[in-house]
């Protein structure tokens, strides 16, 4: 019943910093954990991080820790994905999905997705 909006992507340069929101509709973040993924074509998707329903914990990939955070805002329904330092590899299609398995790293776990958006790193 969760509807997810993802916006924020675009083309950065190496070293940019990039920040994405995902809105939710239709629910509340308040009963989910929130996590975010990424795709690129041909492969599967992957973790990027996670937020508990509380937003007192956070979990990464070891891809991107120490380069990506993530925040809530409850006023305005939305998690947001604050990525700096971008690398090309870090180049993908982004999306948000809820779970209410708590947080959790494999996409089974998530009940609810987006349909991401796009994030390109330039060299």
């Known amino acids: 019943q969760v509807q997810l909006e993802e916006s924020g992507g675009g083309l950065v340069q190496a070293g940019g910093s990039l920040r994405l929101s995902c809105a939710a509709s239709?629910?509340?973040?308040?009963?989910?954990?929130v996590g975010w993924f990424r795709q690129t074509p041909g492969k599967e998707r992957l973790f990027v991080g996670a937020?508990?329903?509380?937003?007192?914990?956070?979990y990464f990939a070891a891809s991107v820790k120490g380069r990506f955070t993530i925040s809530k805002d409850n006023a305005e329904n939305t998690v947001y994905l604050q990525m700096n330092n971008l690398k090309p590899e870090d180049t993908a299609v982004y999306c948000c999905?809820?779970?209410?398995?708590?947080?959790?790293?494999?996409?089974?776990?998530?009940?609810?997705w987006g349909q991401g958006t796009q994030v390109t790193v330039s060299s």
């Open positions: 999905a809820v779970s209410n398995d708590g947080l959790e790293t494999r996409p089974y776990h998530y009940d609810y």
């Open positions: 239709g629910g509340s973040f308040s009963a989910y954990a």
């Open positions: 937020i508990t329903d509380d937003a007192v914990r956070t």
